[in-house]
């Protein structure tokens, strides 16, 4: 599989993410579900960061963090220099929407929109506005996961791959400061694995992008730049 990333440029703002102290906690009192320890962490520019851990071990907690998708109980979170509110506030919604990019593992395509409207859904949330050139931004967005030709295909008429890959455009379509990945590869075969795997590896060297992500997939865990592990909420991490 040739990918065709030269044409795909990133916004060249340098980038920054550092958490202070964040963990979390579901539940309370004798319920309570200790999901991620205190944890201090500064993401540098262009890493490309893979998480392993046992199921349970606290990997989507940290990411959905991360990606401003749910609150922290305790601690900080700072992008480029400004701190994220930790209430549900527009001015969140806002730092999501413009640095932050979600891959998931069930894709979460909405199926009664057309390849080119779920990723224009994801760009006009971004902007709070229709781009003059959201057409141009979609079709270099799938030019770089080479699906131009899938454009006006629902995603039921799509393969598990191929749905995938959607997902990857409408998240890297806003060129976001950074690329989280939750076990982006778990549900799909091990060929079209190999291609998501790939594809990932090329947004990080060729476009310089920051990637966070899930995985168990050794192939993924070899090409990350650095490893962590976590364990009961804990993480270890060569940063
Ligand atoms: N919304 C939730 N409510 C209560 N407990 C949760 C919730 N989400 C996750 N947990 C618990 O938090 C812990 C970490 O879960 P998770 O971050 O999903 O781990 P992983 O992604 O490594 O499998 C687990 O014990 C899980 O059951
Ligand atoms: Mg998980």
Known sequence: MIINLCTYSLKSSPMSIVTQNISKTYGS????????????????????LCLAGPSGSGKSTLLQLLGLLDLPSTGSIRINDTMVPNTDSPIRDQLRAQHIGFIFQRFH?????????????SLRITHNKTLHNETELIQEALEAVQLSDKINRYPKELSGGEQQRV???RAICKKPTLLIADEPTANLDSQ????IIKLLHKLHQKQKMTIVCASHDPLLIQ????????????LEVDL
Request: no cysteine; proline share 4%; charged share 10%.
């Open 167 to 169: 997902a990857i455009a």
């Open 109 to 121: 395509l909405m199926e009664r929109l057309r390849v080119y409207e779920n990723i224009a859904l």
């Open 192 to 195: 079209t694995s190999l291609h």
């Open 29 to 48: 009192g004798s319920l309570a579900v200790h999901a991620l320890r205190p944890l201090s962490l500064t993401i540098p520019n262009n890493i490309f």
């Open 223 to 234: 090409g990350a730049t650095h490893q962590g592990t976590l364990l009961d909420g804990s």
